[in-house]
Nanobody, 114 residues
Framework: QVQLVESGGGSVQAGGSLTLSCAAS????????GAWYRQAPGKQRELVAL???????TYADSVKGRFAISRDIAKNTVYLLMNSLKPEDTAVYYC????????WGQGTQVTVSS
């Protein structure tokens, strides 16, 4: 199973930006989709953004136009650039490699204050 290490979470005011990083233990993103999920207190984990092995991207409606997922295959890293953050974006964000089985990172907290 792939080991994933996330970084870049923190606290920011509404309207601010953060970039999350997810470093994988091996060369995985060239042949497996990577994704970011989030889970707010009392809510189910939800897909935020996904990038396929071919480079196509998908976003949750709630983050379209504000968030961007990207990857650096040479660095085995997936990023999530988050702009125009809102208080409702507050959650623990998880990186995932969508193989069989799915590999998950440990999660990183993002807190957006109004």
């Amino acid at each position: 199973q792939v080991q994933l290490v996330e970084s870049g979470g923190g606290s920011v005011q509404a309207g601010g930006s953060l970039t999350l990083s997810c470093a994988a233990s091996g060369s995985i993103f060239s042949n497996t989709a990577g994704a970011w999920y989030r889970q707010a207190p009392g809510k189910q984990r939800e897909l935020v953004a996904l990038v396929t092995s071919g480079g196509s991207t998908t976003y949750a409606d709630s983050v379209k136009g504000r968030f961007a997922i990207s990857r650096d295959i040479a660095k085995n890293t997936v990023y999530l650039l988050m702009n125009s953050l809102k208080p409702e974006d507050t959650a623990v964000y998880y990186c995932a490699v969508l193989g069989r089985p799915v590999s998950w990172g440990q999660g990183t907290q993002v807190t957006v204050s109004s």
